[in-house]
């Protein structure tokens, strides 16, 4: 279902961006992954559109990126406001000597730092090797928004947008009203000219139809499943918050059994029997010209 509510981020939501980051990094295509590591220059220079809490730097840094700068822009002041504080201490703590900067940090020489704006118009006026765009590409009109990212990218740029969301859910044990809960959450989301609950499938053909190449694509599923009665890291707070989400988008008029569903659901989840799947791929493009 789909993954960010609108409006500026509170730190209640900020707690929801930490607690699926164990969620998408045990669902993330390694395949997908180790062809743009291996497509990327020793000094690279990265722009990511919805950075959120600023997760790339520290998985840039676990991949070997050594050298070269990162550029993070989300629309959302306090979420930039917690990387910028954040993510130099957490990678001190990982081992990485890091000076700070009035927008980041710098890990020898690897430079990195975050800004509030809206990334589609404040890449597309640079030129970087890779460009990212994670659960984001459900969120945008999907044809302006690869206009942006390709321009930003230039010439032989990569363009990589994994985890984005392809419209299957499903929520474990069965429900009778899975499939009214689902078209209701759907629908409304649809609703939004901004977005698309199919945006996987039309990306995947937005790609193959533009001149450049599209060097890898994969499932990156998100999967949550209960543990000996629990969850690990925050996982249970992630799945109260799509029911959370559930409830905020579909009204009873919309989907009449909705109140019963999110009761039972919430009472499994409370009792760790609840278990969910995403449906999502992961993208790796590159724009035509030099470096192809």
Not at 147 to 163: E, F, H, I, K, S
Not at 177 to 190: F, L, M, S, T
Not at 199 to 214: I, P, V
Request: hydrophobic letters at 35%; proline letters at 5%; charged letters at 25%.
């Amino acid at each position: 279902m789909g993954e960010l509510p609108d409006g500026d981020m509170n730190h209640a939501q900020i707690r929801y961006l930490e607690a699926k980051r164990s969620v998408d990094e045990r669902s993330r295509s390694r395949r997908v992954a180790d062809r743009l590591f291996d497509a990327l220059p020793e000094s690279p220079t990265v722009g990511e559109a919805g950075a959120g809490t600023g997760t790339a730097v520290p998985w840039l840094l676990e991949r070997g990126v050594t050298a070269g700068s990162y550029r993070g822009i989300d629309l959302s002041p306090t979420v930039i406001a917690h990387a910028k504080r954040t993510q130099p201490a957490a990678l001190r703590y990982r081992g990485y000597d890091v000076t700070d900067t009035e927008t980041g940090g710098t890990v020898g020489d690897f430079r990195f730092g975050f800004e509030v704006g809206d990334a589609l118009e404040e890449l597309r006026g640079h030129s970087h090797d890779l460009v990212v765009a994670q659960q984001f590409m459900d969120l945008v009109p999907l044809e302006s928004a690869v206009d942006a990212l390709t321009a930003a990218a230039g010439g032989g740029g990569l363009v990589y947008c994994p985890l984005t969301f392809d419209g299957v859910t499903v929520f474990q044990p069965d429900h009778p009203a899975d499939g009214e809960i689902q078209r209701a959450y759907h629908d409304a989301i649809d609703a939004d000219a901004d977005r698309e609950t199919r945006a996987g499938r039309h990306l995947l053909d937005e790609f193959r139809n533009r001149a450049g190449s599209l060097l890898a694509v994969d499932a990156s599923d998100a999967i949550v499943r209960p543990r000996n009665g629990g969850y690990p890291a925050d996982e249970r707070y992630f799945l109260s918050c799509l029911l959370d989400f559930v409830e905020e988008s579909v009204p009873p008029e919309a989907a009449p059994a909705v109140g019963d569903w999110l009761s039972a659901r919430r009472d499994q989840l409370a009792d760790g029997r609840l278990s969910y799947v995403g449906h999502r791929y992961d993208f790796l493009y590159r724009t035509p010209g030099e470096g192809t």
